[in-house]
């Protein structure tokens, strides 16, 4: 479980996200919703430590990763994956030997070992025969696929995605929505999902956390989204026209 | 003096937090390569031009009965040992491998892969910078060595073609009255030149914020701030070392 509280963080003048604090539980899908510019990433970048909050803690099933000396913040990132927005695949390595870098970097196991471990990992997200393949020569959703395959690869606690549907087309978001949802439900971690799609949230949120202008405005789950009383939640949510029918009903 | 205190810092996170030595050997062969193995034949085709021209032009300068044809190899010997092997190839260097390591990391850092370094718990700036200094230093002298070889051979080559200079008088100038010193001196410059070249590059590439059109500032500031540097350097050495 990762416990954040009180979490500030302001550039220069500009207060991005103030007084934040919230729970994201083990084994469930947990999502950080709101419209462009209300602070989702840099809430999601102050919890995985790549910006110090102003003010705030997180911690990591207990453990003070904000205060935290250098040394237990690698030992705390290395039960880390993370999905980034546009893959952050490194350009000059294969798919295998992105998927490989963190086995490469932080495990001491054999040659046959590593290559068995990301021979499942792409299996697992539905990618075979692209070992060999460079970045730039795979389509969005397979780099979103190969990013979640190098961020399980290393048995991760905690999985982060930030965006993981931007860029990409309905049919295929749904399937990286799915491929979310199942890692998360079959290795038993936790996983904080940034998004501003009404369909991610409808599909996976098991717990969502809404944020409205740097603050948070409201919790809970799916079935509780749409009546939730929250006058900004509730036209970030029905603004979109299926979810305005289903309001209807 | 905040960009050098920020400076400073970042070189102080090289050696934090360091990965295994196996990772480095690997990552320093390839940066070798990249710098070194790739830089061979555009320092050669420079140093040998600029050897021709530099005979060239000592002789056109040196018209006199009471000169010998010799000063003229021993004036091109001179000028390429303390000068134009060490600080104009690093004027170069800068260009080539340097605009390259800041263009290479602003594009990582742009495309959040140095992010994904710092989540993995891999500190970024040790683990991607230090093989690039620690190449460049290893680097940059051997390429001073050959383009000075480079430099003397073309100076040679067309001195004894345009007969300028005949080859025995080219050869003695070459070894009249030589001070050993001035090739430590050369070397010595060529690694704090390849140290400041790679590390500068890599702080402004490290550092870059925003898009394409960033990463591009990146490289050129990466450059200049580099050639100011070596400029700068440059008469610190042979104010402290001649």
Not at chain 1, 78 to 89: D, N, V, Y
Not at chain 1, 120 to 148: A, D, Q, T, Y
Not at chain 2, 81 to 89: D, Q
Not at chain 2, 167 to 184: A, I, K, M, Q, S
């Amino acid at each position: 479980m990762i416990e954040i509280q009180n979490i500030s963080k302001s550039f220069e003048d500009k207060k991005v996200i103030q007084n934040i604090s919230g729970t994201f539980e083990k084994g469930k899908t947990n999502l950080i919703i709101g419209a462009s510019g209300t602070g989702k990433s840099v809430l999601l970048k102050c919890i995985v430590g790549l910006i110090h909050p102003d003010t705030g803690t997180v911690f990591y099933d207990g453990r003070n990763f904000t205060d935290a000396d250098k040394e237990m913040k690698a030992e705390v990132r290395r039960e880390i994956g993370m999905l980034f927005q546009g893959g952050a695949l490194f350009d000059s390595k294969s798919v295998e030997q992105n998927v490989m870098f963190p086995l490469n970097i932080l495990t001491k196991m054999s040659p046959t070992e590593k290559e068995d471990r990301v021979n499942f990992c792409l299996k697992r997200v539905g990618l075979e025969n692209v070992n060999s393949k460079m970045p730039s020569e795979i389509s969005g959703g397979m780099k979103k696929r190969v990013g979640i395959a190098r961020a399980i690869v290393n048995n991760p606690n905690y999985l982060f995605c930030d965006e993981p549907n931007s860029g990409l087309d309905p049919q295929t978001s749904i399937l990286i929505d799915e491929l979310i949802k199942e890692i998360t439900d079959e290795f038993d971690i936790t996983t904080v999902v940034v998004t501003h799609d009404m369909n991610s949230v409808m599909g996976i949120g098991e717990k969502i956390l809404f944020l409205f202008q740097g603050q948070k405005l409201w919790e809970g789950s799916k079935e509780e989204i749409t009546h939730s009383g929250v006058e900004e939640l509730d036209n970030f949510v029905f603004t979109n026209k299926v979810m305005q029918s289903l309001k209807k009903k | 003096m905040k960009g050098f205190g920020r400076y400073m810092l970042f070189l102080g996170t090289l050696l934090v937090r360091r990965e295994s030595l196996g990772t480095y050997y690997k990552l320093i062969l390839e940066e070798c390569i990249v710098v070194g193995v790739k830089s061979i034949f555009l320092f050669a085709l420079v140093s040998t031009f600029i050897g021709a021209v530099t005979t060239v032009q000592t002789a056109y300068n040196l018209v006199s009965p009471l000169v010998p044809n010799y000063i003229i190899s021993n004036v091109v010997r001179e000028m390429t040992i303390l000068e134009l092997a060490p600080t104009i190839m690093a004027l170069i260097y800068a260009g080539k491998v340097g605009s390259s390591m800041s263009g290479n990391l602003g594009t990582m850092r742009i495309t959040e892969q140095i992010d994904a370094l710092e989540v993995m718990g891999i500190n970024s700036t040790s683990y991607l910078v230090l093989p690039k200094i620690i190449a460049s230093i290893m680097m940059y002298p051997m390429l001073v060595i050959l383009s000075g070889a480079c430099a003397l051979a073309g100076g040679y080559l067309v001195g004894t073609l345009t007969g300028i200079i005949s080859p025995t008088d080219y050869v003695y100038g070459l070894r009249y009255v030589f001070n050993e010193y001035t090739v430590t001196f050369a070397l010595i410059k060529s690694l704090v030149f390849g140290f400041l070249i790679s590390s500068i590059s890599c702080f402004k590439g490290y550092y870059t914020k925003g898009g394409a059109f960033e990463v591009g500032v990146a490289s050129t500031e990466a450059v200049t701030t580099s050639v100011m540097a070596v400029l700068i350097g440059d008469y610190l050495l042979a104010q402290l070392l001649l």
